[in-house]
C-alpha cells in the first residue's frame, strides 16, 4: 500500500522525470560537442568523428595515396572511419548508460 491516500506524488515523479531529461539532454549536448579521433595504417589516416558520431574531419598522411591502390586507401579511411566511431559509442554509452537506465530502459537509436 502506497501512503498518502494510495497515490503517488505525481508532482515529484514529474519533478524527478524532467531533471533526467534535462540531464540527458546536457549530456547529449556534450557528447555533441567533443570530438574523438580513430585512426587507422598506423596514423597515416585519422578521423575525427563528434561523440554523437558525426564524421567532422579526415586527414590523410601523403604516404599513404598510392594512384595504383585506391583500394587500401579505401579501406584505411574506413577503418579510421570505423574506429573513430566506436570510441564515440563508447563514450555514448558511458555517459548516457545510467540515464537511460534511469528512464527505465534503453533510448530509441542509441545502441545500447
Known sequence: ????????NMQQLL??????QQDLAAAQEQLAN????GSAGGGLVKAT?????ELQGLV???KA?????TETLADLVLAAVRDATASA?????QKLGPLAQGLGGGIPGLPF
Not at 502506497?2 to 503517488?8: E, L
Not at 559509442?89 to 554509452?93: A, I, L, S
Open 1 to 8: 500500500m502506497i501512503p498518502g491516500g494510495g497515490q503517488p
Open 15 to 20: 519533478k524527478q522525470a524532467q531533471k533526467m
Open 34 to 37: 567533443t570530438l574523438v579521433e
Open 49 to 53: 568523428v563528434t561523440g554523437a558520431g
Open 60 to 62: 590523410i598522411d601523403p
Open 65 to 69: 595515396v598510392d594512384p595504383e591502390d
Open 89 to 93: 559509442q563508447q563514450m555514448q554509452e
